[in-house]
Every structure is written in structure tokens, then in C-alpha cells.
């Protein structure tokens, strides 16, 4: 894949807004709440699959290579033995989902756009609560059914994933008329 100056800009932009979205952030339990998954919606939403899931590549491997750009300021190989390890995964896969859906076809519609953000949000969960159940059981030992994990996990961010996804949504919609960045 050959890239623009301006995509490559726009796909280290989103990667720095993913990090500052970790600096935001409210520790709670194994999962802190963060501003992370708005920034990994929009960059699909904005950027389009291939872009999108490049910028969150590029934000886990600049975070596995050792800058704290992870929440809680951290970062390094040490993290994919954290619980929530399995989120910054699935970031990877969400924004290439959000991307995909949003632009099935050549104009975005709203449906569209919601409903990639909705399955954005689900593959996040998809990739990180059976990582968070293999390192709190398999590796940690603590014996947490699968029930604990997703409460866990789950339930107690549902409420603000739902709230970033609405948010990332209405930006999006506001703003694909204008901005056309996406290369498909």
C-alpha cells in the first residue's frame, strides 16, 4: 500500500489520538475507562478500513515497542500480560470493521455509519473479554467464570461505549460530507 504525505499524516494523527484518548482515563477494576474507542470508530469512520486499521497497528506497535502511550501511561511487551490487553487488539479489527461497513457503498449513509459503530464496538469486545478471561484464569489463576469477566469487562463500560459510539457517529455524519479522506 502506497501512501499520500497527507495520509500518512492523517493515519499518525489518529494514532495520537488513540494514545491521548489512553491519557484520559479513569481506572477502574482490570479495564480502565478511556477515550481510546472514540478515537479507534472515528479513525474507521474518517480514514476507511485500510487507513483506519493502520493507525491503530501503528498505535499498538509504537505501545508494544515501549512508548507509555497505553492507559495508565504504560506500554512495553509486559502489557500483553495485562487483562485489557485483548481490547488494544481488537482496536486493530474494529477500525477496519467500522471502516468496511461505513463504506459499503460509494456515500455513507447514517444507517451506515451507526451501524459500524455498533460493530465496531462489538469486535473490541469480541477480542478482549476472552483475553481477559485467559490472563485472569489461565495465567493468573483467580477462577473467574465466564459471567465475572463479562460484567467485568462489559457491563460496567457499556454504558460509556454506547455514548462514544453515538458520539463518533453524529462527528462522522457531520462531518464524511466534508472532509473526503477515505481511500477504500
Known amino acids: 500500500m502506497k501512501l499520500t504525505i497527507r495520509q500518512m499524516t492523517l493515519v499518525a494523527m489518529f494514532a495520537a489520538l488513540t494514545s491521548i484518548g489512553a491519557f484520559i482515563s479513569i481506572p477502574l477494576g482490570e479495564v480502565p475507562i478511556t477515550m481510546q474507542t472514540l478515537f479507534v470508530l472515528l479513525s474507521g469512520l474518517i480514514l476507511g478500513p485500510k487507513l483506519g486499521g493502520l493507525s491503530q497497528l501503528i498505535y499498538l506497535i509504537l505501545g508494544l515497542i515501549g512508548l507509555p502511550i497505553f492507559a495508565g501511561f504504560t506500554g512495553g511487551l509486559q502489557t500483553v500480560m495485562k487483562p485489557s490487553f485483548g481490547f488494544l487488539i481488537g482496536f486493530v479489527f474494529a477500525a477496519y470493521l ?50 465475572a469477566v463479562f460484567n467485568m469487562g462489559c457491563l460496567l463500560f457499556l454504558p460509556g461505549d454506547i455514548l462514544k459510539l453515538i458520539v463518533a457517529s453524529l462527528v462522522a455524519i457531520k462531518s464524511l460530507p466534508v472532509i473526503k479522506i477515505v481511500d477504500n
Open 98 to 147: 467500522v471502516g468496511k461497513i461505513a463504506y459499503l457503498k460509494k456515500e455513507s449513509s447514517a444507517l451506515h455509519i451507526w451501524l459500524a459503530s455498533l460493530g465496531g464496538t462489538i469486535v473490541t469486545y469480541l477480542f478482549g473479554l476472552p483475553y481477559m478471561y485467559y490472563i485472569l484464569n489461565i495465567v493468573l489463576g483467580k477462577g473467574l467464570s465466564f459471567s
